[in-house]
């Protein structure tokens, strides 16, 4: 992307859209959390047409029409926001901390070949400090939510 | 302003931001109405620094706190949101129709030396397909009530 476009796509994210970082319960998973990170850019559906163009330029993510006349563009999956944040976060002037964060959380990912109980606690703390970033009042799971897990499901974080 | 800036803000405007242009009611004018164009910013006022930023790089508006917990950054003026509106207009993309038109109603003011009931008349007009363009449903002067009150005060415009 030019960077007229990169800068055009951050104004328009710090204007309208949001950066996600959440832990999410998954039955299947052994540790029980995942952690989830998405981008989230929003219109009304008459005027979608953005969305298409967003899209097009991002080559991520898909859109969907909510039932109240919303219209959501979503990019989900630790990689793909990665990619995408590491080209906005220059351009970026109000949601540039929790792209730097999300940036440093994400890469923290890449650098383990196996995700631990320690790192995934030590991961957890950075995406509560994410969540106050955000202004986020309404957080289902957080470090602690981890921490109780591995309580009850008798899981020893090793501290290292 | 260098290219990143103004795409920047141009992508912020669309996703955040509003541009009026309005037909004002104003008692001590000859033919009752004014045409007046003004951008609008939004933050929430925890956020306001954005809008500093903002005013700094636009160099002209002000801002102000509603009760609403909202930060309004406004610029008002035919000549300033014409100063505006043509650099941000080729970095718009959702706002470009509503700033190109809005271009094109500021300059009819500055090729006439004086206001006729007639140029009034259409440059109202004009004012009302921007409404159109802004989705508006609470436009309150149209270019119907003009021509009404050009009718009541004995106004004739002349067809030129």
């Not at 950066?19 to 998954?26: G, K, M, P, S, T």
């Not at 219209?71 to 109000?94: D, F, H, K, M, N």
């Not at 969540?131 to 897990?149: C, E, I, P, Q």
């Amino acid at each position: 992307m030019v960077e007229k476009t990169k800068a055009y796509i951050a104004g328009f994210l710090d204007g309208d859209g949001s950066i996600f970082l959440q832990l999410v319960y998954r039955k299947d998973y052994i540790l029980g959390y995942q952690v989830r990170a998405s981008i989230v850019f929003y219109q009304k559906q008459d005027q979608r047409k953005i969305l298409r163009w967003l899209i097009h330029k991002l080559r991520v993510g898909y859109l969907r029409d909510r039932n109240d006349g919303i219209a959501e563009y979503t990019i989900v999956g630790l990689r793909e926001v990665g990619i995408i944040l590491s080209q906005l976060e220059p351009y970026l002037l109000l949601k540039r901390k929790q792209a730097q964060l999300a940036l440093r959380i994400i890469s923290r990912f890449g650098q383990v070949s196996r995700i631990t109980p320690g790192i995934l606690l030590r991961i957890a703390k950075e995406v509560d400090k994410f969540g106050k970033l955000n202004y986020s009042k309404k957080r289902l799971n957080t470090a602690d939510t981890v921490r109780k897990y591995f309580s009850t499901h008798k899981i020893r974080p090793r501290i290292d």
